[in-house]
């Protein structure tokens, strides 16, 4: 690709995929955005929501897995494909967000100090994601850097094993503190229920299968880091692995 065809590559990954989670979390905090309103029943909502959810885990779990990428890097330039899978995920999930159904059904509503201490919990987890992601040292989820040194001619570096940070008492805090905002929901209808419990199951998923590629870059220096430390929920106050 040539030089500014690049940098539109770059700007749609930034603003599509940096949105995406943008609205994301809006969405993990007051639930449905109610854009578009198709009037569903009630059963129809439910299957309707399920159906956006599995559209977009299996996007963003087929793109990212290594065998795809390999198909793809056949019609694209390998430096391209994670900005590519940015800009295909941030598009999914702002179809997820725009087109939810919000049911009429009430499950629970907290309230008084039940409900504060739950938005206290989603604002923990705001900042634990992003204590995270600078823990990791490298933190590039566009596939930006990629793109940079492939236009500069330079070789990628490789990513080191970081353990620092929540990475010390679990292998996956990114995924936890993803969880916790997901479930830090004071008013919870039939479809958040359906939401949380459908991504809770495939960010575990997600995350047994990312265990598999690790071990495989890693090797036993990660085997290690797995018997010491927890993959979601930690188990004790201190680190499980020393500084």
């Known amino acids: 690709m040539q030089k500014y065809p690049a940098y539109i590559v770059i700007f749609l990954a930034y603003v599509l995929g940096g949105s995406s989670l943008v609205m994301f979390g809006a969405f993990c905090y007051v639930g449905s955005l109610h854009l578009v309103r198709l009037g569903l029943n009630e059963s129809g909502i439910l299957f309707f929501d399920c159906f956006l ?5 299996l996007q963003h779990s087929g793109m990212v897995r290594k065998s795809f990428r390999r198909f793809l890097s056949r019609f694209i330039p390998e430096a391209y494909v994670s900005a ?4 295909s995920s941030g598009i999914v999930l ?8 919000e049911s009429s059904s009430t499950v629970a509503t907290a309230k008084d100090a039940l409900r504060l201490l739950i938005r206290a919990i989603f604002a923990a987890s705001i900042v ?5 992601t600078k823990a990791l040292g490298f933190f590039d989820p566009y596939g930006v850097s990629a793109i940079l040194n492939h236009l500069r001619g330079k070789k990628p570096k490789e990513t080191p094993l970081t353990i620092s940070g929540p990475y010390r008492w679990v292998r996956h805090p990114l995924y ?4 916790l905002m997901i479930w830090s929901c004071p008013d919870l209808t039939f479809d958040r229920l359906l939401f949380n419990v459908l991504w809770t199951v495939w960010i575990y998923i997600g995350a047994l299968l990312e265990e598999r590629d690790l071990v ?3 090797g036993e220096a990660y085997r290690e880091y797995k018997r010491k ?8 106050i201190y680190p ?4």
């Open 176 to 179: 936890l503190f993803v969880l």
């Open 229 to 236: 430390v927890p993959m979601l929920i930690p188990w004790r």
């Open 216 to 218: 495989a870059d890693f």
């Open 84 to 87: 590519f899978y940015a800009i």
């Open 128 to 132: 634990g994601f992003y204590w995270g």
């Open 53 to 57: 959810s599995l559209a977009f885990f």
């Open 240 to 243: 499980s692995w020393p500084e």
């Open 94 to 101: 702002f179809a997820v967000i725009i087109f939810w159904q």
